[in-house]
């Protein structure tokens, strides 16, 4: 029976930390976070990190726009929240509708307020090792839930499934310079099981129910759920929990699991901007 890390728990304390960091600063951190049209999941997203935020004591500044915004439009608030020294953290929540260049409002955010960790000079500094970088928030936050456990991945075989650029690419590069052995898999992958049964450390990020079960998965593996699929009214991961539970030494729940960790990991982005900017 796997041990489960309680990615709610461990968040909790992390932003415990940041609150009493917060309270030894002059000045307070702000987060200004970007929603274009009125999609319910992204709406509850923001919602969150609003709380979040407010919890620990940073302030957060909410700018929702139309779903037929233009991409000059959101380009000139992007250009405005750089410039304004009063805002720390700058986020655009996706998905973003089809008529904005993402690629393109991702590059405009400063570097130094990219709390998402998207900017190709973050990315490229993640890539190449090199300190400075403002690591995107769920990678991250897997690599904290591993500290947690006293997890050592230097020479451990990690089995990456997706390759999202806000997840798969940078969680792989991570572990990398963390010396694990890694293997990316993907929607094509063929015989998806022959790799995850090989994984000493299993990270299933695709968005797909169901996906991983208990015979694709190597006995005493540290299995991380990133996935979060709605099932009705209920939230589920991209691997079968309960059968799962049952092969693995630990193991991450949806809910509960990696998705607090990740609005933590916001906070502290949020948190090392603002140190940065006013140092």
Known sequence: MAMIIDGKA????IREDITKEIGT?????????????????????????E??????????????LAADVSQRELMMLITRLNADPAVNGILVQIPLPRQLDQTAIFGAIRRDKDVDGFHPMNVG??????SGALLPCTPAGVMEMLQSI??????????????????????STLFLLADATVTIC?????????????????????GKTNL????????????????????GSKLVGDVVYED?????????????????????MLLKNTLLAAKMQHA
């Open 150 to 171: 006293n997890y050592r991945l230097k020479g451990k075989h990690v089995v990456v499934v997706g390759r999202s650029n806000v997840v798969g690419k940078p969680m």
């Open 25 to 49: 600063l002059n000045y307070q951190p702000t987060l200004a976070v970007v929603l274009v049209g009125t999609d319910p999941a992204s709406a509850t997203y923001v919602s969150m990190k």
């Open 244 to 264: 799962v539970k049952e092969v693995a030494a630990y193991i991450t729940p949806v809910p509960g699991g990696v998705g607090p960790m990740t609005i933590a």
């Open 125 to 130: 500094l993640l890539n190449l090792g090199l």
């Open 186 to 206: 993907h929607r094509y992958t063929e015989n998806l099981g022959l790799y995850t049964r090989q994984a000493d450390v299993l990270v299933v990020a695709v």
């Open 51 to 64: 709380k979040a935020c407010l919890e620990v004591g940073i302030a957060s500044q909410a700018h929702r």
């Open 212 to 231: 991983i079960t208990g015979d694709m998965v190597k006995p005493g593996a540290v299995v991380i759920d990133v996935g979060t699929n709605r099932v």
């Open 10 to 13: 461990l968040a909790k304390s």
